[in-house]
């Protein structure tokens, strides 16, 4: 039974690690990464990097390498690839599950102002504050170039390229953060506005903490849509369920 993980997420490495300890014989996992990040931490297991070409493309892939079941494990903000995937699963005739991590929910304290996109949310910075956490990750930081009258400390896994807001400095980190590690962050860097997506998990969470205690602003870009139709679990343990029953049972029901 070959398994193929789009991957690229804490969850889609848990699930690849899952795998990896099932003493079933003849299971194999490849877990696909995107290549956007230079040294990314590798899942056990077969690994492939780089683009399938669209969802013709992906499509290609499942029948030349025999794939028996697909699972869409991706960032939540990664949402071409999930169309992608839905389209090729349902040409192929392979059984997809996605593996979605659930949003954030603000709690009593936030001050959340939600945005449909970067746009929208350099649009509503100006009215919030000077100096600004941008939590967004490398990609899309032109967005923010043109507002050279505020302060950005962007962090990032990999160090961001031009356009970039004039007035910036880079963090080059990667999760899990801490609580205290965030609230220094916070005060060291006298930031009065922080901007997120939704990427929801508990890795980057706690700097929603540490703004909630400090009073600040959150700017949320909320996530884009996702395919309909598609079986969705929220955890690599309910995903591994999902494997074995699709295994054992020679076809893959309905999540649980």
């Known amino acids: 039974m070959h398994v193929l993980i789009l991957g690229g997420t804490t969850e889609a490495r848990r699930l690849a690690e899952l795998l990896a300890a099932d003493p079933s014989p003849g299971l194999r996992v490849t877990t696909s990464l995107a290549g956007r990040v230079a040294a990314p931490r590798l899942p056990p297991g077969e690994v492939r990097v780089g683009g399938f070409g669209g969802a013709e493309g992906l499509a290609g892939w499942l029948r030349e390498h025999e794939v028996d079941a697909l699972i869409d494990a991706t960032h939540p903000f990664a949402g071409t690839i999930s169309f992608h995937a839905a389209r090729a699963a349902t040409a192929v005739h392979v059984p997809l599950l996605a593996l979605r991590r659930l949003g954030w929910v603000p709690a009593k304290g936030d001050d959340w102002h939600e945005a449909d996109s970067l746009e929208q949310a350099a649009a509503l910075l100006p009215a919030l504050g000077r100096r600004v956490f941008l939590t967004t ?92 139709g598609v079986q969705a679990v929220q955890d690599a343990e309910q995903a591994l369920r999902w494997v074995r029953r699709g295994r054992d049972l020679r076809t893959f029901p309905d999540t649980d």
């Open 137 to 228: 990750g490398r990609m899309g930081l032109a967005t923010f170039a043109n507002l050279t009258d505020l302060w950005f400390l962007v962090r990032s896994v990999d160090a961001p390229e031009p356009p970039t807001p004039p007035r910036m400095k880079v963090l080059l980190d990667r999760g899990p953060f801490t609580l205290d590690g965030e609230r220094e962050l916070l005060r060291a860097h006298r930031i009065d506005v922080v901007v997120t997506k939704d990427s929801g998990g508990a890795a980057t969470a706690p700097k929603l903490t540490a703004a909630r205690e400090a009073g600040l602003p959150v700017v949320v870009v909320r996530r884009p849509q996702a395919p309909e």
